[in-house]
């Protein structure tokens, strides 16, 4: 029985590698993620204060004199904001770039290692996993889901 204990050690070891890999690397997507959709937030707010601008522009040069053109108050408030998501957006590029540069070399091994949060969640998902002798999917079969719903290879389309 020793021979296969170790091959189970090995295997629940290895698994355990494996999803504390895929948790980091999940954790880096997700951070990019977020990061792409926080750019994306602050310059369709930009857009929004460009339009407002370009209104305000418009209307002080279709119904005033030119010399009042740059004392306006409301302009001021929208360049203001302007500046402000410019800064926004700088910081969250920079972010993105830090994120994305992150390289998964062989020193990520080291990193799991020191990192408890993420051995906690990971054997915690694995301790479900090992108490569970059917698996995740018990009393699960895709067949019969196909069968309830009536989809499947063999219905029209429509």
Do not use: C, Y
């Amino acid at each position: 029985m020793k021979k296969n204990d170790t091959l189970w050690d090995n295997l629940r070891q290895g698994l355990r590698d494996g999803l504390q890999f895929t948790v980091k690397k999940t954790e880096r997507l997700t951070r990019i993620g977020r990061l792409k959709l926080d750019i994306l937030s602050v310059r369709r707010q930009m857009d929004r204060k460009h339009a407002e601008l370009g209104v305000l522009v418009f209307e002080q040069v279709r119904d005033a004199d030119e010399s009042s053109l740059w004392m306006d108050v409301n302009m001021l408030d929208v360049v203001h904001s302007l500046r402000g998501f410019e800064q926004r957006l700088h910081q969250l590029e920079d972010d993105l770039e830090v994120a994305s540069t992150e390289v998964d070399d062989p020193g990520v091994e080291d990193e799991l290692d020191d990192d408890t949060a993420t051995d906690s969640r990971v054997d915690a998902e694995f301790s479900v996993l090992e108490d569970d002798d059917d698996g995740p999917f018990r009393g699960f079969h895709p067949e019969d889901e196909v069968r309830e719903t009536g989809k499947g290879q063999d219905s029209p389309r429509g």
